[in-house]
């Protein structure tokens, strides 16, 4: 099983570049999750989406922006790039049953990447 | 912001020792669901549990144990007779009921030295 998929798993861009990072999972989950983790900082939300075509922002959403197509696929981008948004991100998902969410995310291995 | 707070940035202790982690959370909402995760040094996210709002009976799992009072907005977490392999970071994260608003603690770092 592959359970939840992120690419790149390595990146470095340069300040002002562009790049979209992509997630999928085989698991039919509804909810899907991206976070970036910081030393020190925990698991930070940047967005999350309940179901197809929604979205929310969480606690970091600025300078990101995500996309949610279809059941299986939640990408994040970074329009242009900043220093501060170097972090290893992960992606994650969970279930929906009966209207309430079973808790368990499934998390992608992560994402490091780095803004020169 | 509703945040969760785990005031140990670090602990470390001896093997065999107990340990409790502590995690304070704060929330609006009548339900909700609480979690630990263990993120050991290789880096991926490893799920202990989940508890919902209106069940505040502790959890004895193996060696781990956790105490959950909605008194004081509290969910901690006790490794008994702890090991080498529990070196890890630890994190306490609450969730909505339907999902949103799934935060994370910052995390404790829990040593155990041989």
């Known amino acids: 099983n592959a359970g939840v998929t992120q690419t790149p798993k390595f990146q470095v861009l340069k300040t002002g570049q562009s790049m979209t990072l992509q997630c999928a999972q085989d698991?039919?989950?509804?909810?899907m999750y991206w976070y970036r983790q910081d030393p020190g900082m925990g698991l930070r939300l940047i967005y999350y989406?309940?179901?197809?075509?929604?979205?929310d922002k969480g606690e970091v959403p600025n300078g990101y922006n995500v996309s949610r197509l279809n059941k299986r696929e939640f990408s994040l981008r970074l329009e242009s790039a900043a220093p501060s948004q170097t972090s290893v991100y992960f992606c994650a998902s969970s279930a929906i049953e009966g209207g309430w969410v079973t808790g368990e995310l499934f998390f992608g291995e992560g994402s490091r990447l780095t803004v020169l | 912001a509703q945040k969760v707070t785990q005031a140990q940035t670090e602990i470390s202790v001896v093997e065999k020792e107990d340990v409790t982690l502590d995690c304070v959370y704060e929330t609006r909402d009548t339900t909700y669901y609480l979690f630990w995760y263990k993120q050991p040094p290789s880096g991926e996210l490893v799920f202990l549990i989940r508890r919902n709002s209106f069940d505040e009976q502790n959890e004895i799992s193996g060696r781990y144990s956790w105490n959950f009072q909605k008194s004081t907005s509290s969910f901690n977490f006790t490794i008994t007779a702890s090991q080498v392999v529990d070196s890890a970071v630890y994190f306490c994260a609450r969730s909505h009921r339907y999902g949103q608003n799934f935060v994370f603690g910052p995390g404790t770092r829990l040593s155990v030295l041989p």
């Open positions: 989406s309940a179901s197809e075509g929604t979205t």
């Open positions: 698991m039919n989950h509804n909810s």
